[in-house]
T-cell receptor, first 111, second 113 residues
Framework: GGIITQTPKFLIGQEGQKLTLKCQQN?????MYWYRQDSGKGLRLIYY???????QKGDLSEGYDASREKKSSFSLTVTSAQKNEMAVFLC??????????FGHGTKLSVL | GDSVTQTEGQVALSEEDFLTIHCNYS??????LFWYVQYPGEGPQLLFR?????EKGSSRGFEATYDKGTTSFHLRKASVQESDSAVYYC????????????FGGGTRLTVRP
């Protein structure tokens, strides 16, 4: 079996700060995803990548950048953290959208 | 664009009660439908999926039937247990979009012993 590792588990930032979240997978999957999870709003897709160096915008890409430097890693940057923002960011990988495997999430709090 | 609607945001039941969580979808093509379950402190994990009209997916006593006519994929379980307490997500994947998975708003199930 494989595993998705997200770092850090908890991230506390200041308003206006640029913050980077990292994700590693050892499934050897082609496709990786970043979702944002907010209570009552479900999971909303920020970015996904179908192969190394590919980037596809999701429905919530504004305010975020992403980078897929190699097959096993996918990073997400919050370009300017918003005051009182609180959310969980979930990374996932899959083979072409057939069954996603998720990490345990990074919980973001902005002071 | 594609969308998934879960009617119930929260459901509270007692053990051995019957569960129904409603899921309706909107998609331009012929999507694959999924149910995912998320336990506290973990990421969502696949419960089961269905890709054809009238196909039934099932796992751990949960089941749902793909209904193209009513664009629905309702989750049911005949007798819930306290250990079923979790958040349940309905999702769809459009075949021609390949990789993109669209999720519903989630339903938090709490089962009292």
């Amino acid at each position: 079996g494989g595993i998705i590792t997200q770092t850090p588990k908890f991230l506390i930032g200041q308003e206006g700060q640029k913050l980077t979240l990292k994700c590693q997978q050892n499934f050897n999957h082609d496709t990786m995803y970043w979702y944002r999870q907010d209570s009552g709003k479900g999971l909303r897709l920020i970015y996904y990548s179908i192969t190394e160096n590919d980037l596809q915008k999701g429905d919530l890409s504004e305010g975020y950048d992403a980078s897929r430097e190699k097959k096993s890693s996918f990073s997400l940057t919050v370009t300017s953290a918003q005051k009182n923002e609180m959310a969980v960011f979930l990374c996932a990988s899959s083979i072409q959208g057939e069954r996603l495997f998720f990490g345990h999430g990074t919980k973001l709090s902005v002071l | 664009g594609d969308s998934v609607t879960q009617t119930e945001g929260q459901v509270a039941l007692s053990e051995e009660d019957f569960l129904t969580i409603h899921c309706n979808y909107s998609a331009s093509g012929y999507p694959t439908l999924f149910w995912y379950v998320q336990y506290p402190g973990e990421g969502p994990q696949l419960l089961f999926r269905a890709s054809r009209d009238k196909e039934k997916g099932s796992s751990r006593g949960f089941e749902a039937t793909y209904d193209k006519g009513t664009t629905s994929f309702h989750l049911r379980k005949a007798s819930v247990q306290e250990s079923d307490s979790a958040v349940y997500y309905c999702a769809l994947s459009e075949g021609n979009a390949g990789a993109k998975l669209t999720f519903g708003g989630g339903t938090r199930l709490t089962v009292r012993p």
